[in-house]
């Protein structure tokens, strides 16, 4: 029996809906929430992606600013620009685009964004908070991920997960979110020896590898659940990490790469950004 595909852009005005309210009493504060996005040498896909975010923002009542870099600029010079973004107290939260180009060593931007305004939970003291299981703010797509499952009922406890990708945006930081909801978890990524010998026992699998068409039927189970995060440009076309229509025959839910995934990272940004207004205008 087909699997049941899971509607993101469904789940993401759930979300925007449940936003709406304390969007408005903000407002009626006169504080609006702002992101401010610095994009680096952007490509068709990051200004896509880009353009995404700042329509989402400027629909449900907020602002959006982007600060679009040349793709040679000097790490000092982004650093400057997100100290002054720290400092703005009409900026709620920042974002810089990833992956940034060779000069600029990512983890020293990141860590440059005050935590308090880190909208995508990459700063290491999110980070740290999460691996602690104290309140954090978590990564945009690992929030969607963990929203997806609950949505479809599933729950999560003593279900055995499969992480394919270790990136610091998803593949670690999901794998640390189901450990906290009290999941088996194991990480594997594009090297690991046998890896359908360890998707294929997974109740849960999320791939997030940025390798088109890697899962395939026979690396699944009978009635997993499917989550590829995988976006890849391929002749002009997105391609996800899953072959989706053989593998849709055995799961049990599935996202589709195009409105599964990513409608919901950036509803999960917006309410990243939300978050990190409220706070800081106590």
Avoid: W
């Avoid at 600029?73 to 002054?84: F, G």
């Avoid at 593949?171 to 046998?194: D, E, Q, Y």
């Avoid at 593998?247 to 978050?275: E, R």
């Amino acid at each position: 029996m087909p699997a049941n595909i899971i509607d993101g852009r469904a789940l993401a005005n759930e979300v925007y809906a449940e936003l709406s309210g304390r969007i408005e009493q903000l407002s009626a504060r006169g504080i609006i929430p702002r992101i401010a996005i610095i994009s680096i040498g952007m490509d068709e896909l990051d200004k896509r992606r880009v353009t995404l975010k700042e329509n989402a923002a400027m629909k449900h009542g907020m602002e959006s600013v982007t600060y679009c870099l040349r793709q040679d600029v000097a790490q000092d010079r982004v650093i400057e620009l997100i100290n002054r973004l720290n400092q703005d107290p009409l900026v709620h939260g920042i974002i810089v685009q990833t992956p940034m180009p060779s000069q600029l060593d990512d983890k020293t931007v990141l860590d440059a964004i005050d935590p308090k305004k880190d909208i995508d939970g990459l700063h290491f003291c999110n980070a740290g908070k999460l691996l602690n299981g104290e309140p954090a703010i978590v990564a945009c797509t690992p929030r969607a991920i963990i929203r997806i499952i609950d949505s479809i009922g599933v729950d999560i406890q003593a279900k055995h997960t499969v992480v394919v990708g270790k990136s610091v945006l998803v593949g670690r930081p999901i794998a640390v979110c189901f450990l906290n909801r009290n999941a088996t978890v194991s990480v594997c990524h594009t090297k690991t020896t046998n890896l359908s010998e360890i998707t294929k026992n997974a109740d849960i699998l999320v791939v997030a590898a940025g390798s088109p068409g890697l899962i395939k039927a026979d690396m699944v189970k009978d009635d997993a659940v499917i989550i590829d995060v995988g976006q890849t440009s391929v002749d002009g076309h997105l391609k996800g990490d899953v072959d989706f229509d053989a593998v849709s025959q055995k799961a049990s839910y599935i996202t589709k790469t195009v409105g599964g995934v990513g409608p919901m990272t950036v509803a999960m940004l917006m309410a990243n950004l939300v978050d990190c207004t409220e706070a800081l205008s106590r």
